[in-house]
């Protein structure tokens, strides 16, 4: 473990003695916790799935789904956000940035454009009455079925364009399901060949020709990523996990570049038969392949079947964040672990509160602050989503 990195530990453990015993919807004086969404406010029944991210100008943009119809994955569901000024302590209003109209929108995957200062904002969305199983199993018209979208902000995320269908582009014929992130998505400096951004997403194929599968069975799960070399304007496909074996399912993912210029990705496995519930794997060239196929990451084995969130934190020696619960067998007690050796193994580091907890997005603040938006509530994790700031030490 490096200097930085021992120094990062003692500083979030001595945190951790402070922030557990804060009340779940306190947002305390000097600002450790706020809470932007909660149940049942705006003509909302549920608000889920977080992703943030800070712009060039300093600004927090919280994203999620707003669920007008309850806590379920399909039915009437907007995409909303919320901005902040001060760094996660107050929250501007709401704004709906992807209406359903009665249909899904939602998987929000934001990324900064780093050159201009654009918000890129990459989301899926079906019809509001066909469930995720039913797509699998292709019982829908690819006008239900998913479809993907792109909208980008010049603003600083005080408006957006509206959703442009980009499905065409970044989906293989015979794919069923198709979920962009969650969470925020990275951008790759080209040198003078500008900006990449990066998507991590996960998609399901069609059982082959003559199977008795339905295309339901988790063993369809994949992973894949999609990326745009001009701010948005066009999208390509990038790696495409092809494995299906029910051994590892890669789903749910997310993204961190690495100080040496590789990316890593970190997937939810989902129901595969090997051990443990995390999945990881590296592209050295933007995304474009894996150098190795997805492979269980046995340094997160506490962590359950579930979203969850990575972070490559700036500066010299910096270590590389995860977040997500901590009990393998609940949606509970969200964690926070670091990686040292760039997520070859990781560190359990703190709990932020014995609490149920879900999803999870990590942003980097100030060079000493993060923050995690996510999922939590007293009775079950989806009660409100939480923002919870984090100290971290200087940069050498």
């Known amino acids: 473990m490096t200097p930085r990195s021992r120094?990062?530990?003692?500083?979030?453990?001595?945190?951790?003695?402070?922030?557990?015993?804060?009340?779940?919807?306190?947002?305390?004086?000097?600002?450790?916790?706020?809470?932007?969404y909660a149940s049942g406010q705006g003509g909302y029944t549920t608000f889920r799935i977080p992703a943030v991210v800070k712009t060039r100008h300093g600004t927090v943009l919280a994203f999620a789904e707003g669920r007008h119809d309850g806590a379920a994955d399909t039915g009437d569901i907007d995409v909303v956000l919320r901005r902040s000024t001060d760094g996660g302590c107050t929250w501007g209003r709401l704004t709906v940035v992807a209406a359903g109209q009665g249909d899904t929108r939602g998987n929000p995957a934001p990324v900064v454009d780093p050159r201009t200062g654009a918000v890129v904002?990459?989301?899926?969305?079906?019809?509001?009455?066909?469930?995720?199983a039913q797509i699998m199993r292709g019982e829908v018209t690819p006008e239900q079925g998913?479809?993907?979208?792109?909208?980008?902000?010049?603003?600083?995320?005080?408006?957006?364009?509206?959703?442009?269908?980009?499905?065409?582009?970044?989906?293989?014929?015979?794919?069923?399901?198709?979920?962009?992130?969650?969470?925020?998505?990275v951008a790759l400096a080209r040198g003078l060949l500008g900006t990449r951004l990066l998507i991590p997403a996960n998609h399901s194929a069609a059982p082959p020709a003559?199977?008795?599968?339905?295309?339901?069975?988790?063993?369809?799960?994949?992973?894949?990523?999609?990326?745009?070399?001009?701010?948005?304007?066009t999208w390509h496909l990038g790696f495409v996990d092809t494995t299906y074996d029910g051994r590892?399912?890669?789903?749910?993912?997310?993204?961190?570049?690495?100080?040496?210029?590789?990316?890593?990705?970190?997937?939810?496995?989902?129901?595969?038969?090997?051990?443990?519930?995390?999945?990881?794997?590296?592209?050295?060239?933007?995304?474009?392949?894996?150098?190795?196929?997805?492979?269980?990451?046995?340094?997160?084995?506490?962590?359950?079947?579930?979203?969850?969130?990575?972070?490559?934190?700036?500066?010299?020696?910096?270590?590389?964040?995860?977040?997500?619960?901590?009990?393998?067998?609940?949606?509970?007690?969200?964690?926070?672990?670091?990686?040292a050796d760039a997520g070859r193994?990781?560190?359990r580091l703190l709990t932020l509160a014995d609490r149920p907890a879900a999803y999870s997005d990590l942003v980097q603040l100030a060079p000493d602050?993060?923050?995690?938006?996510?999922?939590?509530?007293?009775?079950?994790?989806?009660?409100?989503?939480?923002?919870r700031r984090l100290p971290l030490p200087p940069t050498p």
Request: net charge positive.
């Open 345 to 347: 193994t990781f560190s």
């Open 146 to 185: 998913r479809r993907v979208y792109v909208q980008r902000s010049w603003d600083d995320g005080r408006h957006f364009s509206p959703p442009r269908d980009i499905t065409a582009q970044v989906r293989l014929p015979g794919w069923r399901w198709y979920a962009t992130g969650p969470g925020h998505a």
């Open 121 to 132: 904002l990459v989301t899926c969305g079906n019809g509001g009455t066909v469930t995720e």
């Open 248 to 339: 590892t399912n890669t789903n749910e993912t997310s993204a961190a570049r690495l100080p040496d210029g590789r990316v890593y990705f970190s997937a939810r496995d989902q129901n595969g038969t090997a051990p443990g519930n995390r999945l990881d794997t590296y592209s050295g060239d933007g995304g474009r392949t894996l150098e190795r196929p997805y492979a269980v990451q046995p340094a997160l084995n506490d962590v359950p079947v579930v979203q969850g969130s990575v972070l490559q934190l700036r500066g010299p020696g910096a270590p590389l964040l995860f977040s997500a619960p901590s009990v393998p067998t609940a949606r509970r007690a969200l964690a926070l672990w670091s990686s």
């Open 7 to 36: 120094s990062l530990l003692t500083s979030l453990v001595l945190l951790t003695s402070l922030t557990v015993r804060l009340p779940a919807h306190a947002a305390t004086g000097g600002c450790t916790s706020s809470v932007p």
């Open 210 to 233: 003559g199977s008795h599968d339905s295309g339901r069975e988790a063993r369809y799960y994949g992973g894949h990523a999609l990326y745009s070399d001009d701010i948005g304007r």
């Open 369 to 387: 602050t993060a923050g995690v938006l996510y999922e939590t509530g007293t009775r079950g994790p989806y009660e409100f989503l939480e923002f």
